[in-house]
């Protein structure tokens, strides 16, 4: 299935398929982005994935070895990438950079892809929200770093949310919708009430629409927010998804490089 829409473009090349925002092909000159899809895996514990790192890095005109990545953790922090570094990242799920020629990689099966970018200071980030980093507010630590670090004004920055579990597919329990409900106001604007199975009452969850609120709050335009509006489990035909396959979930690539 193609799955290009108004923010989206499918593509098929080489025998590879992925993703690309038409905003941020708008600044081609610039940067170059893709969110890989199947058969492509991308998981740290599967040895094929390295020649796949160097497959898609070659269509994209980008050099493999000098990725950036984690073993990401669901945590809420952001990592500010200076210069090229061979250092293991863990319990890092975002990177921002200035520096051109680094690509940044985060890796999915279900959680939200966040690519950042200010078109004035030319400065990226890359973050992975999984359901934990979105309560911890991740994407607001990552605008918060770019604005510390190259006083980036929110207001220049353009937000791309990659594909990941929606609101159709994110079945939760109360326990979810407790914690979610200690942290942030008006929680009830991001569930729906669903079906009541083995005496559980079950709430589907729309973490897009927390994040984006959540980018409004720091600063970031509305009208910057580009969404891609593609679930990851109603597609796992194109994509890994978590809750589609469990355990035997690969993980697709998102990733982002100032050239
Ligand atoms: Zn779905």
Known sequence: ??????????????????????????????IQHCYSLKPLEFSDKNPKSQPNYEKMCDILGMDYTKIIKSTQKHTSIVKDIKEFTKEKFEYVDGFITGAKDIPLVTKYADCTPIILYDKNKNIIGNVHSG????????????????????????????????????????????????????????????????????????????????????????????????DSGICSVCNKDNMFSYRAEKEKADRNMNIIMLK
């Open 131 to 226: 359901w934990r980093g979105t309560l911890k507010r991740i994407s607001q630590n990552a605008v918060e770093l770019m604005m510390k670090n190259y006083d980036v004004n929110p207001k220049d920055i353009i937000v791309c949310i990659g594909p990941c579990i929606k609101q159709c597919h994110f079945q939760v329990e109360e326990d979810f919708i407790y914690q979610f409900r200690k942290e942030f106001k008006n929680i009830e604007k991001y569930y729906k009430i669903g079906e009541i199975l083995d005496g559980k009452q079950k709430f589907y969850f729309d973490t897009t629409s927390l994040i984006i609120d959540n980018l409004i709050e720091i600063g970031i335009k509305s009208e910057n927010i580009y």
């Open 1 to 30: 299935m193609n799955l290009s829409n108004k923010n989206i473009i499918h593509i098929k090349e080489d025998g590879v398929e992925y993703l690309q925002f038409k905003e941020l092909l708008k600044y081609s000159d610039k």
